[in-house]
C-alpha cells in the first residue's frame, strides 16, 4: 500500500497535538483512508528545543518552504498560527 506523506509545519502545541494524535490513531485513520499516512517531515523555528511528543523518523528543519517544495510530499499541514512569528 502506497503511503500518503503528510509535511507538518509548526511544531508547537497544535503541530505537536497533531502528531501524536495521528500516531495514536494510525491504524484507523489508515484503515479508512485506504493509504498508510506517514508524517515524514516537520518545521519548526528551533531544532535544538524539548518536544513534547515523539519525533523519532521525522525528518525536522527549520525550512518550512523546503517542506511545501518537496515533491515526496502530499499533504501539508500548516499549524503555525498568528500572523507573525510566535515571541
Do not use: H, Y
Request: net charge negative; proline share 1%.
Amino acid at each position: 500500500m502506497q503511503s500518503v506523506n503528510v509535511g507538518i509545519l509548526g511544531l508547537g502545541t497544535v503541530g505537536s497535538g497533531t502528531i501524536a494524535v495521528l500516531r495514536r490513531n494510525l491504524e484507523e485513520i489508515s484503515r479508512r483512508a485506504g493509504r498508510e499516512i506517514a508524517v515524514t517531515r516537520a518545521a519548526d523555528r528551533t531544532l535544538e528545543k524539548e518536544r513534547t511528543v515523539d519525533v523519532s523518523g521525522i525528518d525536522i528543519t527549520t525550512d518550512a518552504f523546503s517542506i511545501v517544495n518537496d515533491p515526496n510530499i502530499d499533504v501539508v499541514v500548516e499549524l503555525i498560527g498568528g500572523t507573525t512569528i510566535a515571541k
